[in-house]
T-cell receptor
Framework: GNSVTQMEGPVTLSEEAFLTINCTYTATGYPSLFWYVQYPGEGLQLLLKATKADDKGSNKGFEATYRKETTSFHLEKGSVQVSDSAVYFCALSDDTGGFKTIFGAGTRLFVKA | EAGVVQSPRYKIIEKKQPVAFWCNPISGHNTLYWYRQNLGQGPELLIRYENEEAVDDSQLPKDRFSAERLKGVDSTLKIQPAELGDSAVYLC?????????????FGPGTRLTVT
């Protein structure tokens, strides 16, 4: 079945550091890929998405590229801020056999001033 | 625009007691989801509705869990009787459409503690 694996956290960075959170997936069809973010005390919200191979999703300085050859969708940001401290979830969804969204376990990011 | 509303935000009950969670999705969103999120894990789908029809309830433990979405708007998720292992955050989400690329909008969740 479909699955998502993302790097374990927590990840601790200093402000303005470069961020990479790795995400790989297994899927039988051609899924859409997502990054959701959960700030403390809030619900998950969509950060970015990509719906086909080689698409790049981007938002708020974050970006991720849908790599079909490596089945990956790594999240990157060139310069993190304290306000980026949150839990980041990689997810996939496809229409094979009735769609279902599968989430990774989440990666907690702490950014220090 | 109001987001997805859930209540209560927190609930503490003893095992074997019943509990119910309520969700009001974003206006106009036809698809509604209930997820369970265990500590340190990502959300796992329990049930998905398209309007008032449950189109995927394969992960819902039907011996103790039930859900309804009357009139295709608000939804209620019930557990009866609750077990210690049911302690988790229960998330409701909604989306405008039902395709795999549709963005899901999440509520803040209900944190259930079963003692």
């Amino acid at each position: 079945g479909n699955s998502v694996t993302q790097m374990e956290g927590p990840v601790t960075l200093s402000e303005e550091a470069f961020l990479t959170i790795n995400c790989t997936y297994t899927a039988t069809g051609y899924p859409s890929l997502f990054w959701y973010v959960q700030y403390p005390g809030e619900g998950l919200q969509l950060l970015l998405k990509a719906t086909k191979a080689d698409d790049k999703g981007s938002n708020k300085g974050f970006e991720a590229t849908y790599r079909k050859e490596t089945t990956s969708f790594h999240l990157e940001k060139g310069s993190v801020q304290v306000s980026d401290s949150a839990v980041y979830f990689c997810a996939l969804s496809d229409d094979t056999g009735g769609f279902k969204t599968i989430f990774g376990a989440g990666t907690r990011l702490f950014v220090k001033a | 625009e109001a987001g997805v509303v859930q209540s209560p935000r927190y609930k503490i009950i003893e095992k074997k007691q019943p509990v119910a969670f309520w969700c009001n999705p974003i206006s106009g969103h036809n698809t509604l989801y209930w997820y369970r999120q265990n500590l340190g894990q990502g959300p796992e789908l329990l049930i998905r509705y398209e309007n008032e029809e449950a189109v995927d309830d394969s992960q819902l433990p039907k011996d103790r869990f039930s859900a309804e979405r009357l009139k295709g708007v608000d939804s209620t998720l019930k557990i009866q009787p609750a077990e210690l292992g049911d302690s988790a955050v229960y998330l409701c989400a909604s989306s405008l459409g039902s395709g795999s690329a549709d963005e899901q909008y999440f509520g803040p969740g209900t944190r259930l503690t079963v003692t």
